[in-house]
């Protein structure tokens, strides 16, 4: 990894740059509509002197999934990183279509979701144009100014490495098979048959799924900005997992209990493990 002072500033008097500012544009529109839709999904009504904008049937669960999706898109506007535009651009991928296919989703709502599907394929052209046109740009630069060296030789896997990135798969895959029973899904283990249909649970374990997924893709990629990317990612994991337990908590889902407090400890360990020097060092080569 190379940090220059001049790298951004010299960035944005390319041809690029002005790419650059239309695809941060495009994802900041982007998140506005999904921020939007989840105020609407949460009850919000927006007079308009003889017209309401609103949702006729909110939908709250699709509401907390909108504004995770919102602000990570937010969040990559703000910040200009590639990799995090990537990863809100396949999140609000994920919302559209689990949206379109959801029967719960109608009338305005359904044609809130139209909307963001050609929105979601001009972010994608821009970033694909960008990466073609600029890509030192899609090495992540962010507000650090910092870019990847091109061409440089990557760290070799080290143990540290290999176990971070074995939990977050573990964890990854444990969000969605539980979004996934939490949808009504029966899973048949042998003898045993899980069956827990909580639907106030399913969208933001499989919202998290996703995000994990992202996070664990950049390790095994060895992205630039690998550990970053992966830190977060365990750190907004961790946060939704301590809302979910509290909210279990006061409930008789011992079932439920367990699991969270199970996959909080796994959760720690891997932030644990990123904040040692070692891995942090081995992730950013």
């Not at 900041?28 to 609407?40: E, K, R």
């Not at 990466?131 to 100014?145: D, V």
């Not at 440089?152 to 969605?176: H, N």
């Not at 997992?241 to 079932?255: A, D, H, K, P, Q």
Request: net charge positive; hydrophobic share 55%; glycine share 10%.
């Amino acid at each position: 990894m190379v940090s220059n002072p001049n790298a951004q500033s010299q960035l944005r008097s390319e041809p690029g740059a002005r790419l650059y500012v239309i695809l941060r544009a495009a994802i900041f529109i982007d998140a506005v509509v999904f921020l939007t839709a989840a105020l609407f999904n949460e009850g919000v009504k927006v007079p308009l002197g003889l017209a309401v904008l609103g949702f006729p049937a909110p939908v709250s669960q699709a509401g907390i999934g909108e504004a995770v999706i919102g602000l990570a898109l937010l969040a990559a506007a703000v910040t200009g990183s590639i990799t995090v535009s990537w990863v809100a651009l396949w999140l609000s991928v994920a919302g559209i279509i689990f949206g379109l296919s959801s029967p719960a989703v109608q009338g305005p709502a359904r044609d809130v979701h139209i909307l963001l599907v050609p929105l979601a394929l001009i972010v994608f052209g821009l970033l694909m144009w960008q990466r073609q046109e600029s890509p030192r740009l899609n090495h992540g630069l962010g507000t650090s100014g910092a870019v990847a060296s091109p061409g440089g030789p990557r760290t070799q896997w080290q143990p540290i490495s290999v176990a971070i990135c074995g939990l977050m798969v573990v964890a990854t895959v444990a969000f969605a098979v539980a979004s996934i029973i939490h949808f009504g899904v029966t899973l048949t283990l042998g003898p045993v048959r899980i069956n827990d249909p909580f639907g106030g649970a399913a969208i933001p374990e499989a919202v998290i799924a996703a995000v994990l997924a992202m996070g664990s893709a950049t390790l095994i990629a060895r992205w630039a900005m690998a550990w970053p990317s992966a830190l977060g990612a365990t750190l907004f994991a961790f946060l939704l997992t301590i809302y979910g337990l509290t909210v279990t908590l006061r409930s008789s889902r011992t079932g439920d209990i367990a699991y969270h407090i199970s996959i909080l400890v796994v959760l720690a360990v891997i932030v644990g493990l990123l904040l040692l020097p070692a891995a942090r060092r081995n992730l950013s080569g």
